[in-house]
């Protein structure tokens, strides 16, 4: 029988494998994953409630570890979940980040969490020349809407689901004033479309968090979130989770 490989392993059992009986040394990280390393603290591997609930939506993003990501996207929920404004999420894909997010915190009583995606994958319509040839068409498409509402069932009362492409959807929904936004449509334009919708109803120390603003391959996304804060007081702070955070002033 071949003896099993350490690369056959789940990822997340794969890092923790190379240190048995001194096959590599041990590097000096306190966290490796979703290409980044640190040796500096890392809150969430001390927080148990956080560490639950990530591994019960863990599988929704299989081969990747995002809790970084998603510890920076819930920190900056619960500092807005005072505002006196709803929380949207452009870009829902599977329902993880929801789930993290109304696990840690919920909007004011009376607020909404929005959520807007086509729940069938990134449409084809609108693409630049560069997502189009690196194939961002129905990108993150193995989810439906009602494996969302499932995951999303505890928190039913506050949900809204906005199904279909925001070019349309956003003609005839309105949020009113929001306080948190994750924005993570991936394609240039729809971004700024959804930032321009999501910016002008937001409320003063409410924040955006953009997921792929500083990784490779969404340069167009990016190009266009720097040109619309151009004129704006505030300014995307880049991530090295390759996130971006906003804050209005």
Request: hydrophobic content about 40%; charged content about 25%.
């Amino acid at each position: 029988m071949r003896r099993p490989r350490i690369a056959d392993l789940p990822p997340a059992l794969q890092s923790p494998a190379r240190f048995v009986r001194g096959i590599v040394k041990k590097p000096p990280y306190t966290f490796e994953g979703d290409v980044i390393a640190t040796g500096h603290y890392s809150p969430f591997l001390d927080d148990e409630e956080f560490s639950s609930q990530y591994a019960m939506v863990a599988h929704t993003w299989p081969g990747w570890d995002i809790r970084w990501r998603l510890w920076i996207l819930t920190r900056c929920a619960i500092n807005c979940a005072a505002l006196d404004g709803s929380f949207a999420e452009f870009g829902v894909y599977r329902g993880g980040c929801s789930f993290m997010v109304l696990s840690q915190c919920r909007p004011r009583p009376g607020r909404s969490y929005f959520l807007f995606d086509t729940f069938g994958g990134i449409p084809s319509a609108g693409l630049t020349a560069h997502e189009d040839e690196t194939g961002f068409a129905r990108r993150w498409s193995d989810t439906t809407l009602d494996e969302v509402r499932s995951r999303l069932e505890p928190w039913r009362d506050q949900t809204r689901f906005v199904v279909g492409d925001v070019f349309e959807t956003l003609r005839g929904e309105e949020t009113g004033p929001v306080a948190f936004v994750h924005l993570d449509l991936n394609g240039a334009a729809p971004t700024e479309l959804a930032l321009r919708y999501a910016w002008s109803r937001m409320v003063r120390g409410g924040m955006i968090v953009f997921d792929d603003y500083g990784w490779a391959g969404y340069e167009d996304q990016r190009r266009l979130i720097d040109k619309f804060f151009k004129d704006e007081a505030e300014g995307p702070i880049a991530l090295p989770t390759g996130q971006a955070l906003a804050v209005k002033l």
